[in-house]
């Protein structure tokens, strides 16, 4: 069989080298360098049909009687870190947790954890559960599909419940969003969290709370004392 070689994609965990069936063949390895903070270095990938990582992160208890045993013979040792680590990931697969919502509980736990920065950090916290939730939906279709100006839009009015996202005709890497109702902090922490992690390199959003921009042409955006001036 033919095994798919994965470049380009930053793999965390060995079970995700076996996401493609073609990869079932590929030969497990424990790495010959490795760190106590990751199970897989973040150059990891499948090259020749093979994949290091290090068996110790997350399974010291079953990985440690193999390395460590002096009677066995480095082919003997390499058979069994191959045939367990295929086991171990099968396992990971069909636990009965989904791949999207794995990655969902990952994305919270790295805002939680400040992986993502401090500033990320401190949002997360004056967050509720759901919000981060509903948010992390969005962030695991931008790990597939890349941040897009739709993608965000869509975020941000799903996690804010109303508003309009608007583009600036002139410069269209500029966006209005027209919020509908008055400043408050927890839709500002909402707004900067959408804007931090999804909005697209490049692009820029300026926030009119309940205060219209002027729209040349709607008459219901050009009132007098209710329009902001921009």
């Given at each position: 069989?033919?095994?798919?070689?994965?470049?380009?994609?930053?793999?965390?965990?060995?079970?995700?080298?076996?996401?493609?069936?073609?990869?079932?063949?590929?030969?497990?390895?424990?790495?010959?360098?490795?760190?106590?903070?990751?199970?897989?270095?973040?150059?990891?990938?499948?090259?020749?049909?093979?994949?290091?990582?290090?068996?110790?992160?997350?399974?010291?208890?079953?990985?440690?009687?193999?390395?460590?045993?002096?009677?066995?013979?480095?082919?003997?040792?390499?058979?069994?870190v191959?045939?367990?680590?295929?086991?171990?990931?099968?396992?990971?697969?069909?636990?009965?947790?989904?791949?999207?919502?794995?990655?969902?509980?990952?994305?919270?736990?790295?805002?939680?954890?400040?992986?993502?920065?401090?500033?990320?950090?401190?949002?997360?916290?004056?967050?509720?559960?759901?919000?981060?939730?509903?948010?992390?939906?969005?962030?695991?279709i931008?790990?597939?599909?890349?941040?897009?100006?739709?993608?965000?839009?869509?975020?941000?009015?799903?996690?804010?419940?109303?508003?309009?996202?608007?583009?600036?005709?002139?410069?269209t890497?500029?966006?209005?969003?027209y919020?509908?109702?008055?400043?408050?902090?927890?839709?500002?922490?909402?707004?900067?969290?959408?804007?931090?992690?999804?909005?697209?390199?490049?692009?820029?959003?300026?926030?009119f709370?309940?205060?219209?921009?002027?729209?040349?042409?709607?008459?219901?955006?050009?009132?007098?004392?209710e329009?902001?001036?921009?």
């Amino acid at each position: 069989m033919k095994v798919r070689e994965r470049h380009g994609t930053k793999m965390r965990y060995i079970w995700e080298a076996f996401l493609n069936p073609e990869n079932q063949d590929v030969y497990v390895r424990q790495a010959d360098v490795v760190s106590p903070y990751y199970e897989m270095a973040p150059q990891a990938e499948i090259t020749d049909g093979q994949v290091e990582f290090n068996a110790m992160y997350r399974y010291e208890d079953i990985f440690a009687p193999i390395l460590t045993e002096e009677c066995l013979s480095p082919e003997l040792e390499k058979w069994y870190v191959d045939i367990i680590a295929h086991f171990l990931a099968q396992v990971d697969i069909k636990s009965g947790l989904s791949v999207d919502e794995y990655r969902r509980r990952e994305c919270i736990n790295g805002l939680r954890e400040g992986i993502f920065g401090d500033e990320l950090r401190t949002i997360s916290e004056q967050l509720d559960n759901d919000i981060l939730y509903q948010f992390s939906s969005y962030y695991v279709i931008s790990e597939k599909t890349e941040a897009t100006v739709s993608l965000f839009a869509k975020a941000l009015i799903k996690l804010m419940g109303t508003g309009v996202l608007y583009q600036d005709k002139d410069d269209t890497d500029i966006f209005y969003y027209y919020v509908g109702r008055a400043e408050n902090q927890k839709d500002f922490i909402i707004i900067q969290l959408v804007i931090k992690m999804l909005l697209p390199l490049g692009k820029e959003v300026r926030i009119f709370w309940n205060h219209h921009f002027g729209i040349c042409g709607q008459d219901i955006t050009m009132l007098d004392d209710e329009i902001v001036m921009i």
